[in-house]
């Protein structure tokens, strides 16, 4: 028996969408589309398959035509007080980082511990792959964000050899716990005026400590 597939959304365009759209949902393309845009989602089990399944179901029906908003799905999908609690300013937030996420997984990888594994030629490789990335973690050399519900590490985390940058460590010490994965790794990422507008991560190798610096000055600023 296989192993179950992990849960993941994909979006194919193009070529691999048309065939997709062919093989298996016999969808030809709109009027005025000239090609096919598939969303793909994967799933656990037949259970997640059906529950996925109903969900997107809703969406396309609320959305079909643009015949509504997308707080108008998020009504037909969340409870209400859940809902009240998303303002507008709160859904752009939330595309805002949904968006950051993504550039920042193109631009530098997510990667799991086996990859970390992979990326440092681990010894211990093949009898506990994970177990190198996972030392590093609680040793605060490196940081994980949550991707659907598994712990992933920001590529610019890691030199040409794989291993942790030291200047990584030296920026978890000075923030602590005040921040979340996510959050830390938008900072790594993000315009930063005490670095002249640079970004951190732009500056990891060239100069180390002003990013400390500038993690400094950021845990004082959470502090206030």
Request: with cysteine.
């Given at each position: 028996?296989?192993?179950?597939?992990?849960?993941?959304?994909?979006?194919?365009?193009?070529?691999?969408?048309?065939?997709?759209?062919?093989?298996?949902?016999?969808?030809?393309?709109?009027?005025?589309?000239?090609?096919?845009?598939?969303?793909?989602?994967?799933?656990?089990?037949?259970?997640?398959?059906?529950?996925?399944?109903?969900?997107?179901?809703?969406?396309?029906?609320?959305?079909?035509?643009?015949?509504?908003?997308?707080?108008?799905?998020?009504?037909?999908?969340?409870?209400?007080?859940?809902?009240?609690?998303m303002t507008?300013?709160?859904l752009e937030?939330?595309?805002?980082?949904?968006?950051?996420?993504?550039?920042?997984?193109?631009?530098?990888?997510?990667?799991?511990?086996?990859?970390?594994?992979?990326?440092?030629?681990?010894?211990?490789?093949?009898?506990?792959?994970?177990?190198?990335?996972?030392?590093?973690?609680?040793?605060?050399?490196?940081?994980?964000?949550?991707?659907?519900?598994?712990?992933?590490?920001?590529?610019?985390?890691?030199?040409?050899?794989?291993?942790?940058?030291?200047?990584?460590?030296?920026?978890?010490?000075?923030?602590?716990?005040?921040?979340?994965?996510?959050?830390?790794?938008?900072?790594?990422?993000?315009?930063?005026?005490?670095?002249?507008?640079?970004?951190?991560?732009?500056?990891?190798?060239?100069?180390?400590?002003?990013?400390?610096?500038?993690?400094?000055?950021?845990?004082?600023?959470?502090l206030d």
């Open positions: 028996m296989s192993a179950p597939t992990v849960s993941g959304i994909a979006t194919l365009k193009g070529a691999a969408a048309t065939k997709v759209a062919k093989d298996c949902l016999q969808m030809p393309p709109g009027p005025g589309q000239s090609e096919q845009l598939v969303v793909a989602v994967t799933a656990r089990d037949d259970i997640e398959a059906a529950l996925i399944t109903d969900l997107l179901s809703v969406m396309k029906s609320h959305l079909s035509d643009d015949r509504e908003t997308r707080e108008d799905v998020l009504r037909a999908l969340l409870p209400v007080d859940r809902l009240l609690a507008p300013a709160v937030q939330v595309n805002r980082n949904a968006r950051a996420h993504a550039k920042l997984a193109d631009e530098f990888g997510l990667l799991s511990s086996t990859a970390v594994a992979e990326r440092a030629k681990s010894r211990s490789l093949a009898s506990n792959p994970a177990a190198l990335a996972i030392r590093w973690r609680s040793e605060g050399k490196v940081f994980t964000v949550d991707v659907d519900g598994s712990q992933r590490f920001p590529g610019f985390q890691f030199g040409a050899n794989g291993k942790p940058l030291p200047v990584v460590a030296q920026v978890l010490g000075a923030v602590g716990d005040r921040l979340s994965g996510w959050e830390l790794a938008l900072w790594f990422t993000g315009s930063n005026g005490w670095l002249g507008g640079m970004r951190p991560v732009d500056v990891l190798d060239s100069d180390p400590e002003l990013v400390v610096e500038a993690a400094g000055r950021l845990a004082a600023e959470i």
